[in-house]
């Protein structure tokens, strides 16, 4: 486990001292994938928000691969 120690820069002294357990960098992966399942949540919405549902037959017939609209499924 590693900490860091971040000091209160709002204070002249540095009397409140806060430790957190420092994140692990994400992979390249995970960070694609983290932001693929948020564009897909947000085209969801989108889609939910103008026609009240999510029409899988258009977005196939627009070229979308069957594993995207799986995904897009669960987001």
Known sequence: MKLEIELS???RHSGNVKATI???AKSEAELL?????????GLKRDMQKKDGRV?????????YSDRLLAKLEQA
């Not at 994938?33 to 949540?41: E, I, Q, S």
């Not at 029409?55 to 070229?63: A, F, I, P, V």
Request: positive net charge.
């Open 9 to 11: 820069r709002s204070l």
């Open 33 to 41: 994938d983290h932001a693929t399942n948020n564009l897909l949540r």
């Open 55 to 63: 029409n899988y037959d258009k977005l196939r017939k627009d070229g």
């Open 22 to 24: 420092k994140q692990p």
